[in-house]
């Protein structure tokens, strides 16, 4: 496929936004599509966990709907449309759900409680958490747990997002590999890949600065991006809503 996309002037290059962990930050979601403006993308695929931290979760809704995004539903969606038991969030994070199923209205509860747990686009699987038993919510960080996803899926490359922490696992014809913060992976023949896309909303890799990753057919490349936003309007805004404090705060340490 990338092949033939390549050998041909008339195929265009089919470059994909994948965006995860957006967590109703309108100022780092905002920035990530400004930023997208200049560098060229033709489609948005989106890994859950659109709702729940942030000030914005309806606002985030709708802009990744009218611009077509693919979604896939994270653990967020769940608690906040009663899907998922909310013992199993710690206590910022049930607040959080509280508060974004006190935001929603019945369409956007629909909307969101219905998004599927896997997706597949091109030679990618989508999911929020591990591959093969995304109801699980279990997070993929280190080397083993990223490797011993692998069964999980059959296509090519799986993008994941829930940790909040870039990462990239490639298993194949020349060994295991493990990246733990990334800035850009060739795609290799005979190899596979599982790609965690950052989060774009509330990062916890030391980096403040929202991330997303840029899947380019074409050129056969995974790259990753950090964007600068406005993390003082973001944190303001959490902190009118009444949500609790620490989920600004933590916003500009990227912790
Ligand atoms: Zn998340």
């Not at 790609?195 to 030391?206: H, I, T, Y």
Request: include cysteine.
């Amino acid at each position: 496929m990338t092949a033939s996309i390549k050998s041909s002037d008339q195929a265009r290059a089919i470059r994909y936004a994948v965006l995860s962990d957006i967590h109703g930050n309108l100022e780092a979601l905002t920035a990530v599509f400004d930023h997208l403006a200049g560098v060229g993308a033709d489609a948005l695929l989106c890994l859950g966990d659109v709702v729940g931290y942030g000030a914005d979760p309806i606002p985030c809704v709708e802009t990744l709907v009218q611009r077509g995004a693919r979604l896939v539903a994270g653990n967020h969606e769940h608690g906040a449309t009663g899907r998922l038991d909310l013992r199993w969030f710690n206590p910022h994070a049930r607040q959080a759900a509280l508060w974004t199923a006190s935001q929603l209205d019945a369409a956007h509860r629909a909307f969101l409680a219905d998004l599927p747990l896997v997706l597949e686009v091109e030679d990618a699987t989508l999911v929020h958490a591990r591959p093969g038993r995304p109801e699980q919510w279990e997070y993929l960080i280190t080397a083993e747990e990223g490797f011993e996803a692998f069964g999980g899926f059959t296509t090519r490359l799986c993008f994941v997002g829930h940790s909040h922490l870039p990462r990239v696992w490639a298993l194949g014809s020349s060994g295991p590999a493990f990246e733990p913060a990334p800035e850009a992976v060739r795609l290799e023949a005979g190899r596979r890949y599982i790609v965690n896309v950052g989060s774009v909303g509330q990062p916890r890799d030391g980096d403040p600065r929202a991330c997303y990753a840029l899947w380019d057919l074409g050129a056969g490349v995974v790259s990753l991006h950090r964007v600068p936003y406005d993390v003082a309007r973001a944190r303001e805004k959490i902190l009118r809503s009444g949500l609790p404090r620490y989920l600004g705060d933590r916003l500009a340490h990227g912790r």
